[in-house]
């Protein structure tokens, strides 16, 4: 007997279907007989198969879908348009955070959202948005990610005064540091070109909590620097215990020395050439300088005054409602014989640097009856709306091509 290929076994079927249900128990038995003897199948599968409705095939032999019957399998808990795109609005707005920073950090956004009226969506929307895992989030966002871009990275020119004033502390050594202890670094808005003047942001960044301050200077000259690294400190919701840099000569010098001296503060300094020794500003300059500013060229005190008006929104937005993931382990698994091996990284529960200074103990009750204050005055929504509004006039100042005679 020639063996019949499934599409031809599905047309066998669905011709004696309809007359197997309507015959009698003889007549079902002969029809038995002929499809069981054609379509090579047994008399209990052949028998499953003719009881059933008969059913529609396409062109590839799928069966079509009827109208009125749903698939089999779980059904779609996020279809609904509008989950969609309140979730796409709130990613958007968290500055496209993944799907493991979105679930730690939205439920605080919608309630903020919600506590001043900027959440133009059902209750239900936003209820199924929160219930949503971190890979549900990540699924229904893959179409939208595609359509995100991210440019390219620039570098800071060190210079070198005065180091061996300074003691070295490596990048390793942050690992037992208590909040107040910050990295700080200079991103410079050249452009193409390093003559000339040209406007520096002065950022700075808490080791353990994350709390990131920027600032713009209107150069490198150590007189900025300082006053940048002075209305940074008084800002400072905690204690500035100590501050690390790279061997720039705008951080080495009499004048920062002379500062942290009478501040009581700890200054301390990298390696040469080892931007390892300052990895958590450098991660810093990108996400909250380089991802939003851009990489234009800025001259002037006019640029320095909207950079700093926008970086006074960016950083209440960044340090209340945008989680990060901070390392706790890194180790190398290697293999017997040979050099190398696989790296696995392990990181704690994201949380916003206000989550993360509010559980530490080395901030003061009322440092942290201040910072909770501070936050329910902050309205994401009108944040967003600033900076949104500030990066335009940002944009129309930037001299991409700009290079000073």
Same mark, same amino acid.
């Given at each position: 007997? /020639?063996? !019949? ?9 669905? +011709? ?15 029809? !038995? &007989? ?47 348009? %509008? ?18 920073? =979105?679930?730690?950090?939205? $439920? ?42 991210? +440019?390219?990275?620039?570098? /800071? ?28 670094? #200079? ?9 000339? &003047? ?19 200077? #209107?150069? +490198? ?17 905690? *204690? ?31 390696? $040469? ?15 909250? %300088? ?14 320095? &005054?909207? #950079? ?18 901070? !390392? ?6 290697? /293999? $017997? ?14 949380? /916003?640097?206000?989550?993360? =200074? ?12 201040? #910072?909770? *204050? ?25 001299? $991409? ?5």
């Amino acid at each position: 007997m /020639t063996k !019949l290929s499934m599409k031809a076994r599905k047309e066998v079927i669905a +011709k004696f279907s309809r007359e197997y249900q309507r015959v009698g128990k003889k007549g079902k038995g002969e029809i !038995l &007989d002929h499809v069981c003897a054609t379509a090579g199948l047994s008399r209990d599968r052949a028998a499953r198969l003719l009881r059933q409705p008969p059913k529609k095939y396409d062109a590839r032999g799928r069966p079509k879908k009827e109208k009125g019957k749903e698939n089999r399998g779980r059904k779609p808990k996020y279809h609904e348009k %509008v989950v969609q795109q309140l979730l796409e609005r709130l990613w958007e707005e968290m500055d496209y955070a993944c799907g493991k920073r =979105l679930v730690e950090g939205l $439920p605080a956004f919608v309630e903020a959202l919600q506590r001043f009226g900027e959440l133009d969506a059902p209750d239900w929307a936003a209820e199924k948005v929160l219930a949503m895992s971190a890979s549900t989030m990540d699924r229904l966002l893959t179409k939208a990610r595609k359509s995100v871009t991210i +440019k390219g990275r620039s570098t /800071t020119k060190p210079g070198s005064m005065r180091k061996a004033d300074i003691p070295i502390r490596r990048g390793t050594d942050w690992d037992d540091a208590v909040v107040g202890f910050m990295e700080m670094d #200079l991103v410079a808005h050249c452009g193409e070109a390093t003559v000339g &003047d040209y406007v520096n942001t002065l950022d700075m960044t808490d080791i353990p909590s994350g709390w990131t301050e920027p600032i713009a200077v #209107l150069n +490198k000259a150590r007189r900025h620097v300082h006053g940048g690294v002075k209305t940074v400190q008084a800002r400072l919701p905690f *204690t500035l215990r100590g501050m690390d840099s790279d061997n720039g000569g705008e951080f080495i010098n009499d004048l920062m020395m002379a500062y942290c001296k009478a501040e009581n503060i700890l200054f301390t300094r990298g390696r $040469p050439y080892n931007k390892n020794d300052n990895c958590h500003i450098e991660q810093k300059n990108f996400t909250h %300088v380089r991802k939003t500013v851009g990489y234009g060229r800025f001259e002037g005190q006019r640029a320095v &005054d909207l #950079l700093n008006a926008y970086y006074d929104r960016y950083r209440l937005f960044a340090n209340f409602f945008l989680p990060s993931a901070k !390392l706790r382990e890194k180790y190398r698994q290697t /293999t $017997p014989g040979l050099h190398f091996g696989r790296v696995t990284k392990r990181y704690d529960k994201p949380q /916003t640097p206000y989550q993360r =200074l509010l559980l530490s103990p080395d901030v003061t009750p009322e440092q942290k009856a201040a #910072l909770q *204050t501070h936050f329910l005055t902050q309205n994401p929504a009108a944040l967003k709306r600033d900076m949104i509004s500030l990066l335009q006039l940002i944009e129309a100042e930037a001299l $991409p091509n700009a290079r000073p005679q």
